[in-house]
């Protein structure tokens, strides 16, 4: 199963940073996705594989956005 990830999700995770927070943005996708720390601000890039382990809670979903890896959906209108 693939877990349904979306740019500016809130998500909390097992592990937490050392700055204390557990929960991180998602600021990019891609193969790896970017997280940006809520407590301190750092970003870190974590291979989604391993980030579907880590993922304790979604806290907030960001907006449904198509992977960019996805084939587009192309209309042949005219
Ligand atoms: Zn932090």
Known sequence: M???????????????HPC????W?????????????LGCGRRIL???SQLQRQIKAFISRGEPTQFPW?????????
Do not use: H, N, T, Y
């Open 2 to 16: 693939v877990l349904d990830i979306r740019m500016d999700d809130v998500v909390k995770l097992r592990k937490q």
């Open 20 to 23: 204390g927070s557990d929960e």
């Open 25 to 37: 943005r998602v600021v990019r996708l891609g193969a790896d996705i970017g997280l940006k720390c």
């Open 46 to 48: 974590v291979p989604r």
């Open 70 to 78: 996805a084939p587009e959906d192309k209309e042949s209108g005219g």
